[in-house]
């Protein structure tokens, strides 16, 4: 992702610049000594509490540190993921999936990591046992600020092109985050490329209007600007109140860990299933019981999108082993716009995993994301 000067569409002048400096990630907080490991209610795993029975907590032997996803790291993005998790009678970690996450760019790092630690396992009246765990994994770059990888610095002089009551003196602060999906059909095709937006915030720091500036893929755009959407800012300040800022970005889509969309080794293997064994991801009423979501954020409507009557969006996404919710995708014939603001609130979604017989599956999904008009006054 980058801010750029370019005089192109929405801004049509040269008057953004960003600092981005190199990040260097010298601390992880998921480190044995520093991580604090929390028995739940019920340590162990099939058994029923026991009075006065002689339990002992699992121990760690061995841990794996978390990759952190290049998207957010650019950006200077900070976070906190709590994993659930039982490690086994053998010390294995088993059903990994994310209770809680500040932001779902960091969550597949974090269950990456998790699941190849190695512990000594938990033991009631000197039995071992399976034991339900949880941990608590912090990403965060020493002696940075969040999000310091958006610095705006004023430009000595703006164009005559923009209105005097956007020439702002203290920049917009980016608050909050959300990379790009990397739209299914794209991954399916093999796709990449880069996307360049233009887009307008306004004085109460979200984003009014985006456009595109440059893109080739229609479904990698409509990506783009869903994620642009959702960002959220402090405003920018002239004369000490707030007021607009116009700003453009760009997006790089890469089938590797270095793109700014999300592209993860789980959403690799999920392709090859759907390529090669579509049969294998379960409809919702075979699994033990219906998903329960954990967390799920609603759609960000681009703000001066009037719409006449509800509008309905049917997304198809799975559920993985898991419990994220990946890979989501709109059926029908949708305004994009709707289309792709639907699959990139889906793509934060996180459920209990789903099972059957007490096995964690995938499952495939279909909701309806119901967009309403706005409330006249």
């Known amino acids: 992702m980058n801010f750029t000067a370019d005089d192109r569409k929405i801004s049509k002048t040269r008057f953004v610049l960003v600092v981005m400096k190199d990040m260097k990630i010298v601390r992880w907080d998921a480190l044995v000594g520093v991580v604090t490991l929390v028995v739940l209610a019920g340590a162990a795993v099939g058994k029923e509490p026991a009075g006065e029975a002689s339990e002992q907590q699992p121990k760690i032997i061995s841990t794996v540190k978390p990759d952190y996803p290049f998207a957010m790291r650019r950006a200077g993005i900070q976070g906190r993921v709590l994993v659930q998790f039982v490690v086994d009678s053998k010390g294995r970690v088993r059903i990994p999936y994310v209770t809680e996450s500040t932001h779902p760019g960091f969550r597949d790092a974090a269950i990456e990591a998790v699941r190849k630690w190695k512990f000594r396992p938990g033991k009631r009246n000197g039995e071992r046992v399976n034991t339900r765990m949880q941990v608590p994994i912090m990403f965060s770059i020493k002696g940075q600020p969040t999000n310091w990888g958006w610095q705006i610095k004023r430009p000595k002089k703006f164009p005559d092109s923009i209105p005097p009551e956007m020439r702002w003196d203290t920049p917009p602060e980016l608050r909050s985050f959300n990379p790009p999906i ?130 309905t969006v049917k997304v198809d996404f799975i559920i993985n082993r898991r419990g994220a919710a990946e890979l989501p995708v709109a059926r029908g014939e949708i305004d994009p716009l709707l289309a792709f603001a639907a699959t990139q609130a889906v793509s934060s979604w996180q459920f209990i995993p789903p099972m059957i017989d007490g096995e964690v599956v995938d499952a495939r999904a279909v909701v309806p994301i119901v967009f309403q008009p706005a409330k006249s006054d």
């Open 182 to 311: 990397y739209p299914r059909q794209a991954l399916m095709d093999g796709r990449e490329g880069r996307v360049e937006v233009g887009f307008l915030v306004g004085p109460n720091g979200t984003v009014l209007k985006a456009e595109p500036i440059e893109g080739k893929h229609e479904d990698l755009v409509g990506a783009s600007i869903a994620a642009v959407y959702t960002f959220l800012f402090d405003p920018s300040l002239r004369e000490g109140q707030p007021c607009g800022a116009l700003l453009n970005m760009t997006f790089d889509f890469k089938m590797s860990s270095s793109g700014d969309a999300l592209y993860t080794p789980e959403m690799s293997r999920l392709l090859d299933a759907l390529e090669n064994d579509p049969e294998c991801f379960h409809p919702l009423d075979q699994l033990d019981q219906m998903p329960q979501p954990l967390y799920r954020r609603a759609p960000v409507q681009p703000p001066l999108m009037e719409l006449d009557e509800a509008v």
